[in-house]
């Protein structure tokens, strides 16, 4: 009987999912909760990327095209794509009406009255429509319950919520032309996925990092014949002739180039983001004292890399330089498993954990990255990890690793994930078997000792070291925290590698 | 500063809200007493004037509430003890004295010796009160710490409230007619007649429901009818129509409506706008949650249809006015065109809604089994 019943439930769910409005107004709610929460979080702080895009509103609105990568009014140039300074130039026409001193280059300079705050933080909850968009397309064919998981996790991410509408960035559109890119690719329609992704790459372009991802899966799923080949290198030429075509004509070009990729910056960001260089750098400079300390004639550089300042100096005393080709090289070293993998079996499934896998290796390898590019694997990693507990696992110890200090997000999170991946909603055999190897969602205790650690460690850093060190050594705590974090992201790398692998 | 609002918050009001649940909502299914919890907790107007403004409403409202909340447990020493505090706290709590004194005063006539009920009643008021009063009757400042809590020379009301002083003198200018003492009196005698009924509906028939009902229509009558009433003030009512939320679901749509958009004019001229809008949108989506509708479908059904309706005209005419307000200014001739517009609007609203809770109390099922339900317990 019990089971009839439950083979009814699943029948319903399944009906119900493949209703294509299925889940629109648990989307609008959450979307309309998200927004108000925003709205609640636009008197904090923020950073000074709020000036660098309200500079380049004013950029845009005032100096015609051929001056845009030329400006150097303001140290903070344009190092964004075309389409995203058209985005600017877009939103430039709003904000001369609500206030004319936010599009002005000059007398604008380091503005940030009501007027221009409101404005722009508006202009982040509005461009949040289209992750809503983007999440709700892909995720529509979901049950209901794993539907609202999802935007759960999405639309109330702290870390989105955190550098987006505090700091201060545009990633959430962003992220939703991706999600939106890779939903359509997961309905089989790969030239609108493929398109879509050139799009993207023509506002932000760090999301190339997954580009060999999609070349690939494209090549193998899409072109079976010359003719489809065609097309598709055809639309994204077009795409990217639409952006930088433009420039082109202007002779523009290398400039152009030279502010997209700003290799004369360090090996990391004045605050390193917890990768493989992290833990690089950590080891160098123990290396170094504990040399200096029996007597080697070592050079040291005064601590570079923890003042606010990134510069090429010689970052590595002791063991051998790191150069962005090298950096480069690994990205692409270690994303080949990924990319192997895709070649043998082009399949939908696959696509978004490998996608998912590339700008995790970005991140991890990567050259001067940043913590916020993190998002790019964190996000749509939630759209993977509802469909296995083995990945909302992994989710749920990378999402924490990263922002510890959420415990309601935490404890959400677990929940929810919790809740979906109770023994008795799990009807297929398959799934049981997978789950009896691995048990419900309930971290191993090297998982939970981890995060312990991790929060003892906060708890130093933010209050013990000051009443110890007082001002000596302080870069200690931000050093203690990005190597302590990096550990925790090597491993999940190596986690999602033998997904990867697996697949 | 704002550490010490949310700590008495977290403290004293948290708890309270939690108990009377616990009290009155407990043969409730969990999802609809843990979504009425929500809803009592994240009150909009109280985190407004607490938060932003900067008040300590809290710790009053949490005191009464923790009062009510022992009376639903039957335990009316404790009720009594925690009230006084509360009036202790915030002379502004004796709007729900009345409803106090009605229900506890029908309980004690049932009894079997009722003086002696009284009696041991009276006690636990004035012990509690000499208990907070010590320090000023020894060094005698009583008097003045009375005369502050009664300030007449403030008039009879200050901006525009949505209240009956108010709303009336746009055709009768009482301020210009009587003097202060005069008004006060005449405002003691509306309040009085205007709360009378519902207390003698108490004296008559005591319940937990009208109970609640009556500290609802005493409040109401204070704030419509009193002397020198605040635009704060709406919290008073607002707080008993909220625990009312699972019997009278339109009773509380009405009256959050009516207390935020009352609130407006306050909260512009703190700049309080987008938080404004953004906790009502938040309460208004927390009131309407698309995965909570099966479980609630049954206290939105038993919505009164002629209240809903007023509860839309006035969430569209509100909206109006105060996007007017934002937008728009005003004509030279009447500089406070639509403050008086937005207070006559929610006054209207607000008569409207008194009318429909005092036929509710009248209509409460007489409960003299409730009555012997309490002697039973009680022996």
Redesign the interface.
Known sequence: MRGTKQQQQHELQRQQAQKPMNGL??VL?MA??AT??K??L??TYHSTDFEVHRHWLALTASLPLNQWYIDETSPWTLDYPPFFAWFEYVLSFFARIVDPVIVDLTRGLKYDAASAV?FQRGSVMCSDLLLFLGTWRFCRNFP?KLQ?LSYLAIFFSPGLLMVDHIHFQYNGFLLGVLLLSVSYLKEGNDLTGGIMFAILLCFKHLFAIAAPVYFVYLLRHYCHDLARFLKLGFSVMLVILTAFGPFLYYGQIAQVLRRLFPFGRGLCHAYWAPNFWALYNAVDKMLSYLLRMLGFDVVMEKAAMTGGLVGDSKAHAILPQITPGLSMFLVLLSMSPCLIKIWRKPRRDNLLICVVYAYTCGYIFGWHVHEKASLHFVIPLVLAAVDSVKVAKEYYFVSIVKMIFLVLHSTAMWYGFAINFAPQTQTSVKESELKERNGCMSLCIKKKMFIAGLVGLEIYVQLIHHLVFEERLPFLPLMLISVYCSIGLMYAWLKQLSFVIEL | MRWTVLTSDAIIFFPAVFAFSMAFHHQRRFDESAWAFAVILLQPALILIDHGHFQYNCISLGLTLGAVASICLHRDYLASVLFCLALNHKQMSAYYAPAFFAYLFGKSIRKKNPIFEVMKLGVAVIGTFLLCWWPFLHSRTAEAVLLRLAPLQRGIFEDYVANFWCASSLVVKWKQIFPNTVLAYLALFATLVSFLPSVVQQIRSPSHRGFLLSLFNSSLSFYLFSYQVHEKSILLPLIPASLLILEDFSLYRGMILCAMFSMFPLLRRDGLV??Y???F??HL?LL????LEKSLSHVKERQHPSLKYMSDGLLFTGCLIDLLYLLIEPPPRYPFLFEALNSLLVFICLVLIGLHSHIQQWSATSTHEQIDADKVKMN
């Open positions: 107004r648990e709610w309309s909760v108000c929460i709205m609640l636009m008197p409101y209901l609202i | 987008v938080p809008i953004a906790t949108a938040l989506l309407n949650v698309p995965f």
